[in-house]
C-alpha cells in the first residue's frame, strides 16, 4: 500500500520540508507516501474566495487516481488518538487500496473534494497552519505504522 498527500499549497518553510521530508524517509518501508502540492487559487482584494476554494478542489480532484481510498482532512472529521489511527491504518491495509490524504487551502475543501471523500479526519479543535499540517500527518502515520509494527517509536 501506498499514500499519496495532496496538499493546497506550495514552497512549505525550510523547517516543514526538512521534517516532512525526515518522516517521509522513516515511513518508506511501512507506508511509501508521495506529496502532490496544488496551486493555491487566487486570492486577495477584489477576489472571490469560494472561486478560489472552487478552482483548488477542481486540482485536487484531478490529482487524485479513482481507485484511492480518499481521507480529507477537516476540522469537522473524526479526531483519532494514535491507537485509534493505527487501528484505521490497519483498516485501509486490509482494503488492498492505496490511500489518499487531502490538505485544503485557507477556506477548507471545496464541497465537491469533500463528496468524493471516503471519510474525514480532524487533527483536533486546533487550527494548524496548512504547511505545519504536512509536518503533523507525516509524523502520525509514521507513528501509527510503528505502533502496528511494534517498533518502540510510538511510546516516546
Do not use: C
Request: hydrophobic fraction near 45%; charge should be positive; charged fraction near 25%.
Amino acid at each position: 500500500m501506498k499514500a499519496r498527500l495532496v496538499a493546497v499549497g506550495e514552497r512549505p518553510p525550510g523547517w516543514v520540508a526538512e521534517g516532512f521530508g525526515e518522516y517521509r524517509k522513516r515511513l518508506s518501508h511501512w507506508l511509501p507516501l508521495e506529496l502532490v502540492e496544488i496551486t493555491p487559487g487566487l486570492r486577495g482584494k477584489g477576489r472571490d474566495a469560494a472561486r478560489a476554494t472552487f478552482d483548488e478542489g477542481q486540482r485536487v480532484l484531478a490529482a487524485l487516481p479513482r481507485e484511492l481510498h480518499v481521507v480529507a482532512l477537516d476540522g469537522r472529521g473524526r479526531a483519532w488518538d494514535s491507537e485509534a489511527l493505527s487501528k484505521r491504518l490497519e483498516h485501509w491495509r486490509g482494503q488492498g487500496r492505496d490511500l489518499a490524504f487531502l490538505v485544503g487551502g485557507p477556506e477548507g475543501h471545496a464541497d465537491e473534494v469533500l463528496a468524493r471523500a471516503d471519510e474525514t479526519w480532524s487533527l483536533g479543535p486546533l487550527t494548524l497552519p496548512h504547511m505545519l499540517v504536512r509536518l503533523v500527518l507525516a509524523e502520525q502515520l509514521y507513528r501509527a505504522a510503528a505502533l502496528l509494527a511494534n517498533h518502540p517509536y510510538h511510546r516516546a
